[in-house]
């Protein structure tokens, strides 16, 4: 089982925050929620703080981050258990630090972008959650 966290950040105006996987990477070229693996100890909310500092150069708190929906994934050998939040709080602009690009979007434009088997269904949940 390999275990993961993401966020939809939520900025001002409804819209969410994907990141284009690199070059080099499985699933290249695809857009997806920012997050990454949960490391042994770690809770998936120290994770994903974790991650958004490796990966966006953003800061934020547990308190920030609200529980919102998991995917179930086959990954190969692997079987993925996604994790997602929803955060409408951080300190910094996100970056691409990690990723190819950056793109905030409406929850409705997600249908329209190549995204990984994981991320697709929590598209619709983001819909009517936002």
């Not at 994907?18 to 998936?44: D, Y």
């Not at 409406?106 to 936002?130: C, Q, S």
Request: proline letters at 10%.
């Amino acid at each position: 089982m390999l275990m993961v966290t993401a966020v939809a950040l939520i900025d001002a105006d409804g819209r969410v925050l994907v990141q284009q996987r690199p070059e080099g990477k499985p699933m290249a070229g695809l857009w997806e929620f920012p997050g990454g693996k949960i490391e042994p100890g770690e809770t998936p909310e120290a994770a994903l703080i974790r991650e958004l500092r490796e990966e966006l150069a953003i800061e934020t708190q547990t308190a920030c981050l609200a529980p919102a929906a998991f995917a179930s994934e086959p990954l190969g050998e692997r079987h993925l258990l996604l994790l997602l939040y929803i955060c409408r709080k951080w300190r910094g602009i996100p970056q691409a630090v990690e990723a190819q690009a950056l793109k905030w979007v409406r929850p409705v434009e997600l249908h329209n972008l190549p995204m990984p088997p994981a991320d697709k269904p929590l598209i619709g949940l983001l819909d009517a959650l936002i």
